[in-house]
Nanobody
Framework: QVQLVEAGGGLVQAGGSLRLTCTAS????????MGWYRQAPGKQRELVAS???????NYADSVKGRFTISRDNAKNTVNLQMNSLKPEDTAVYYC??????????????WGQGTQVTVSS
């Protein structure tokens, strides 16, 4: 069994910063790519940023230059540093990880989500 637990959401004023952390635990052989997605009310879930095990990253255009994704492979964690936050960043943020079991089978796992609210 694998579990992803997110932490770090909250309420912040526009221009402020937040740091999200997601930790994977359970029966894990290895983790391929990890990422953060978000879903605002009435909108589809969208990719915010992703990072593969080798460290290459990918960002949504709307967050480039403001958000930074990083991971600690030894601790099975992925972080999202969010700076210069805008009201349009308000959403529930979800962590996702492609985890390889000891049988070599990959599977996508999702966290429960953490609310980020940016006030104007």
């Amino acid at each position: 069994q694998v579990q992803l637990v997110e932490a770090g959401g909250g309420l912040v004023q526009a221009g402020g910063s937040l740091r999200l952390t997601c930790t994977a635990s359970g029966t894990i052989s290895s983790i391929n790519d990890m990422g953060w997605y978000r879903q605002a009310p009435g909108k589809q879930r969208e990719l915010v940023a992703s990072i593969i095990s080798g460290g290459s990253t990918n960002y949504a255009d709307s967050v480039k230059g403001r958000f930074t994704i990083s991971r600690d492979n030894a601790k099975n964690t992925v972080n999202l540093q969010m700076n210069s936050l805008k009201p349009e960043d308000t959403a529930v943020y979800y962590c996702k990880a492609k985890i390889i079991s000891f049988l070599g089978i990959p599977y996508n796992y999702w966290g429960q989500g953490t609310q980020v609210t940016v006030s104007s």
